[in-house]
């Protein structure tokens, strides 16, 4: 079984900019789609922006124009560059990754949903 382990985040001012990035290891044959999702207290997980293999990016209307998601498949690594940051920005920042775990996996489509732990991003003055 792998793990995405989640870096970055942290605490900024109103207008600031902050960094995530999200590396999967284990038994990979490739990744489908790689995403960031984030969750306020009280509030359910909202999707923040995903990215397909080839690059094809989605992201959540709050955040367009601010947030940059990448990915570098050579390292099967997602970042989410975050500027102008605003208090409603705060959360839990999730990670996350559709991996084919075996070609035959891939073959019949059929990923399986790997999570990273989470990082806290506060925006605040």
């Known amino acids: 079984q792998g793990q995405l382990v989640e870096s970055g985040g942290g605490r900024v001012q109103p207008g600031g900019s902050l960094s995530l990035s999200c590396a999967a290891s284990?038994?990979?044959?490739?990744?489908?789609?790689m995403g960031w999702y984030r969750q306020a207290p009280g509030k359910q997980r909202d999707l923040v922006a995903t990215?397909?293999?080839?690059?094809?990016?989605n992201y959540a209307e709050s955040v367009k124009g601010r947030f940059t998601i990448s990915r570098d498949n050579s390292k099967n690594t997602v970042y989410l560059q975050m500027n102008s940051l605003k208090p409603e920005d705060t959360a839990v920042y999730y990670c996350?990754?559709?991996?084919?775990?075996?070609?035959?996996?891939?073959?019949?489509?059929?990923?399986?949903?790997?999570w990273g732990q989470g990082a806290q991003v506060t925006v605040s003055s």
């Open positions: 284990g038994t990979i044959f490739s990744i489908k789609t």
């Open positions: 990215i397909t293999s080839r690059g094809t990016t």
């Open positions: 996350n990754a559709d991996v084919y775990e075996t070609l035959s996996n891939a073959y019949r489509n059929n990923p399986s949903a790997y």
